[in-house]
């Protein structure tokens, strides 16, 4: 039997070489052994499979639109689209539990970024993502089909599809998911995230503030919160319409 020094230096050898995977696998394949083995029954949700879709059994959800101003443009002229240098993106959280401490990072059960298009420029933005095979066909279909809508919905419409980054399973552009933004002067007002399955978290509600009542950050123009149910009316900033 080893000792515990020595099981505190085998794991201490794996953790290493795990960092030094800068692609992540090698962390996805410890914790995968990990569980077979017995050590723990699963993995955190942050961890498990980072590039699955958004889960359609979320219970919270939160929004927030960056304004990062006008990126700055190169000395020469380009023929393809920079697909994640936008003046306004944002980022999502979703959450998958009813008892949440939003402290904890690891309790987050999807997490995406995303660079916000005009309703004009979202369609060149998916047809480049094709050609580079990062999405499919069915999620160039599904940003054409939005932007027909759009045509008939007033001005102001914006859309991205969803960009996946993690420390461990590096950088994926989510198919088949969609978010769109209405600005009105200068400001959100109607954003939806639509997905498979039937997934679709809409809301209009922002805030300016954290949940904690603190100023977002410079940069952060607003905030929504959304719960699936009543339970988290006093953290959203949408209250739950049954």
């Known amino acids: 039997m080893l000792s515990n020094s020595e ?16 692609h992540g696998g090698q962390l996805h394949y410890a914790r995968t052994k990990m569980i077979e083995m017995g050590f723990f029954d699963t993995m955190p949700e942050s961890a498990a499979d980072p590039h699955r879709p958004c889960p359609v059994d979320w219970t919270a959800a939160q929004i927030a639109i960056f304004d990062n101003g006008e990126p700055a443009k190169g000395r020469r002229k380009r023929n393809y689209i920079e697909t994640t240098k936008t ?10 539990r009813d008892k949440i401490n939003f402290r904890k990072a690891e309790q987050v059960a999807w997490r995406a970024n995303f660079y916000l298009f005009s309703r004009e420029e979202i369609a060149g933005v998916a047809a480049q993502l094709l050609e580079r095979k990062q999405i499919d066909e069915a999620t160039v279909a599904m940003v054409g089909d939005w932007v027909e809508a759009a045509a008939g919905a007033g001005d102001g419409w914006m859309a991205a599809i969803p960009v996946l980054r993690t420390t461990t399973a590096g950088t994926r552009w989510q198919k088949g998911h969609i978010i769109t933004v209405r600005m009105v002067d200068g400001r959100p007002d109607i954003m939806m995230l639509i997905g498979p399955d039937g997934l679709h978290i809409k809301g209009r509600c922002w805030s300016e503030q954290t949940a904690d009542g603190k100023d977002l950050a410079d940069n952060v123009m607003a905030q929504m919160r959304l719960g699936a149910h009543d339970g988290f009316d006093a953290w959203a900033t949408q209250p739950f319409a049954k």
């Not at 794991?11 to 960092?19: A, G, H, P």
């Open 7 to 22: 099981v505190a230096r085998f794991l201490s050898e794996i953790k290493q070489s795990c960092t030094a995977d800068q």
């Open 87 to 96: 003046r306004l993106g944002g980022q999502v959280k979703v959450w998958t």
